[in-house]
């Protein structure tokens, strides 16, 4: 039932006002900022025992055929689903026995179908849904039983489950109708949005962890950018003279701060890239298409305070982090004051940003290991679905009840896979 | 996906180059188009064509000079098919007007804030560098940077008292501003001891001040003599002195010998933090080989160790102190450099004074220190290397991952005994003989020469030096240096001349 999971985290606000956030220093030795009452304690809770998760057994071809096809899949950003999928076989929240399961888990991978270049397309990715879903709902029971209500899917790609990267598209498709019941877990996630379902669990982008690993510099290097960017201003290919990518904000970056010796800002891919975010004080993390993207996960991880330049962006996990206190939020309409905005922030509020960043559960919250390590990301989707229970009663229906219609949705939609 | 292979050859560096082909693929949108915007996507298309041809973009031109909108277009357009609009950059004022009342929303019935579609993009009216908001930058820069070093660098660093003998001559501005730019980035509280020979000048006190540091200058009353050995030993004398104001003066903190003409890195001090009572450091010898390069070649084909340059503790596997590395000063046998402006090497001695570093304590009267330190006022300045000073070598605390990290060079340039340099290096009077250029930009200037016999012989003297350049590569740095003080040489006769009159 969504409403106690609703009045749970009530709760921890309330005591948020009454056990403030204070530096917890264990002398020198430990500068992190311990997020103590209100929600930083979140993230460190254990699922396991908290909720059951049955995961279906689907023919090869949803998941294992289509990853021997392009094993690509692993190391791009939307590589989420396939790992949450690996995850959730071995973990001590499986259950074999789907009558006492909370939630039931569908492994589809509707984001690998890649590109030469390696970018998905996610044209196919509905009729995949759409048949996994009648996969599931003529052979067990449980879906018709609530319609979908109890399971939740993984669906990374730029808008989501709308299953299209061009916004304007996007939102003519909506939420697939199948899913409209259903938990979704996506990356993408903007408020009084279309493709944003309430209730929706959202996930940093997928990053490699042992890549960022082996970039780490010693922690003494002093930072000495104060503005690190590295990333397209201008989509020369689909958007040339500016306007539609990122809703101008880009390009209005550049052609503010192009000549700015505070700003370190290029389209360049230098190999140094991991390295340098950790010698800079403020990485920009601005819309691009979509308005999420890997950076925020790797400036969390580097300790480079992520300032996210994003109307009404909904970031990972914000029930559990507290995205205000620690990265600087600029709207896109005060992007050509950036640089008095971020000079005016007082260095105690910089450097308590930083030592909350420094807060290795924080950086650990962003990440996707393999094995899983606890508090990670796959424990945080596991910590939002088990705060979502128990589910309300009157998700399930008496039987020869419906409330979907399998044939919503454009024509194309309806072709089997 | 037949339209793809014409768009893969726009090829985008890591991203969507490829996907524009997607609207004509997604089958959905197909079957339902009004006749408006089949109207407009013929018009599209038309104009595509026409702009290959023109090679510009030929719809632009057209709305221009349709249009009859303003220059300065809001910000938010509605981004349907039906509209398209001028792509003009919109320059908006520095403080925004606050309402920009948003065009209500296109057909797509988002009931998101936010428009999809294209937006202007904004431009402040000075789109430059702000210098008050660099300045706070770059305070907020430092600001960080110290609470790093408070957190990742030494915990409770000590004060670093540094000792440095030097005297006036050619060469002293040289060093001495190395060793002053090196000590003023030193993050930690820094005192600086300055013994000179020959007593206080005022030509060493303008050099230190500009430093801004804290400056003990104490004079000496010897003056430096001719001989390396001799002065070798006055410097020994002169560190004494400065260790007895360090008693004196009851300092605190880690004492460091720098001489003016070495080369310290940065790691150096954040290194001898960590020396308790009294530490060694490895110190590289450039000793300059000068020659002797033959007989140094035959000899490197026969040894199976190659000398290393370099001074320090040596330790044995367990990382204890279990020797002493030395310079090899075998092969310079005979030929080292005896008196200070001698062309030949300058060696070092056996173990460099500024290798070593002690802990302030060691020298105060009283106080709780280890027994097996000498007391300096006992000592007659006659000790050879600072071993000298405590009973028992072997207490030695090996520094820089036990010697095997070289901090700091030593280094021995000195020029000419007679070589004189202007005063605190300001030319005044300002300089009266002009020695023409051979080689003017100017080809028709006739290179007519004034009837003074000096600067004819200025001219030759370098001439003839060049043609002796003829070295190896490993004698440039000896042929340049020569060539250099014969430089300062003719320089200085001009003084002498102009002094004269």
Known sequence: MEIWGWVFIGILFLADFVVKIEPFKLGRSQPTERISGSAGDVLEDNPVGRLKVFVYELPSKYSKKILQKDPRCLNHMFAAEIYMHRFLLSSPVRTLNPEEADWFYTPVYTTCDLTPNGLPLPFKSPRMMRSAIQLISSNWPYWNRTEGADHFF???????????????????????????????????????????????????????????????IPDKTPRSIFVYFRGLFYDVGNDP?????????????????????????????????????????????????????????????????????????????????????????????????????????????????????????????????????????????????????????SVYFKPGERVLNWTAGPVGDLKPW | MKLSALQQSYLGRRSNSFRSSGPLDSSSDGAFKSPAAVFWLVLHGLSCLISLLLGFRFSRLVFLLLSTSSTYTSPFHSPTELAKTLDIRSVIPADPVGNVPLPFPNKTATNSRVVVG?????????????????????????????????????????????????????????????????????????????????????????????????????????????????????????????????????????????????????????????????????????????????????????????????????????????????????????????????????LPRKLEWSGFVLNSRLLW???????????????????????????????????????????????????????????????????????????????????????????????QEPIIKHTTKTRTSRSKRRSKRKHDETRTDRRTTGFDKTLQN
């Open chain 2, 365 to 459: 009267k009283d106080g709780d220190k280890p027994e097996w330190m000498k007391d300096i006022d006992t000592l007659d300045g006659d000790i050879e290397s600072p071993l000298d000073l405590v009973k028992d070598p072997s207490v030695v605390e090996p520094l820089g991952s036990c010697g095997r990290r070289v901090l700091l060079w030593w280094l021995r340039v000195e020029a000419r005994a007679d070589s004189k340099f202007p005063p605190r290096w300001i030319i005044d009077p300002p300089l009266e003989v002009t020695v023409p250029s051979k080689r003017t930009p100017w080809p028709d200037t006739p290179p007519e020469l004034p009837s003074h016999k000096k600067p004819v012989i200025g001219i």
């Open chain 1, 154 to 216: 993984l669906v990374p790609h730029d808008f989501g489950a709308c299953f299209h990267y061009q916004e304007e598209k996007a939102i003519e498709r909506g939420i697939l109708p199948l899913l409209q019941r259903a938990t979704l877990v996506q990356t993408f996630g903007q408020r009084n949005h279309v493709c944003l379902k309430e209730g929706s669990i959202t996930i940093p982008p997928y990053a490699p962890p042992q890549k960022m690993q082996t970039h780490l």
């Open chain 2, 118 to 346: 294209r937006h202007g993009i904004r431009i402040r009216p000075w789109p430059h560098p702000n210098p008050v908001e660099v300045m706070k930058a770059h305070r907020i820069i430092e600001r960080v940077q110290t609470e790093q070093r408070l957190q990742f660098g030494v915990k409770d660093p000590r004060k670093i008292i540094v000792v440095t003998p030097t005297y006036v001559r050619t060469f002293q501005s040289l060093h001495l501003t190395g060793v002053m730019h090196s000590l003023m980035l030193v993050p930690y509280d820094l005192v600086w001891i300055v013994v000179e020979a020959g007593g206080v000048s005022n030509e060493t006190a303008s050099l230190i001040a500009k430093s801004g540091l804290r400056i003990i200058h104490v004079g000496f009353s010897q003056r430096m003599p001719n001989s390396w050995d001799e002065r070798h030993k006055l410097e020994t004398k002169m560190r004494l002195r400065g260790l007895r104001i360090v008693r004196e003066k009851i300092l605190d903190g880690i004492v460091i010998f720098s001489d003016d003409s070495n080369m310290h890195s940065m790691e150096l001090f954040d290194e001898i933090q960590n020396a308790k009572w009294f530490g060694a450091v490895s110190v590289g010898i450039l000793a300059n080989s000068a020659n002797i390069d033959e007989t140094v070649v035959e000899k490197r084909g026969e040894e199976e160790n190659p000398r290393m340059p370099v001074q320090g503790p040596a330790c044995n596997v367990s990382n204890m102190l279990a020797g002493w590395h030395t310079f090899n000063t075998l092969p310079f046998a005979g030929k080292s450099a005896v008196y200070i402006d001698d062309r030949a090497t300058v």
């Open chain 1, 241 to 393: 003279e500016g306007g539609y990518y990122a809703r101008g904000a880009r390009a209005a970056v550049w052609e503010n701060f192009k000549d700015n010796p505070l700003f370190d800002i290029s389209t360049e891919h230098p190999t140094t890239y991991y390295e340098d975010m950790q010698r800079a004080v403020f990485c920009l993390c601005p819309l691009g298409w979509a308005p999420w993207s890997p950076r925020l996960v790797e400036a969390v991880i580097f300790g480079c305070i992520p300032v996210i330049i994003a109307d009404d962006i909904v970031l990972p996990f914000a029930d559990a982090i507290p995205w205000e206190e620690i990265g600087v939020f600029v709207d896109e309409k005060d992007v050509p004051n950036l640089d008095t905005i971020l000079t005016s922030i007082p260095p105690e509020v910089i450097l308590r940003k930083q030592r909350l960043l420094a807060n290795p559960s924080m950086k650990q919250a962003m990440l996707f290991p393999q094995p899983a390590q606890p508090g990670d990301a796959f424990h945080q989707v596991l910590n939002g679905l088990a705060r979502k229970l128990p589910h309300d009663k």
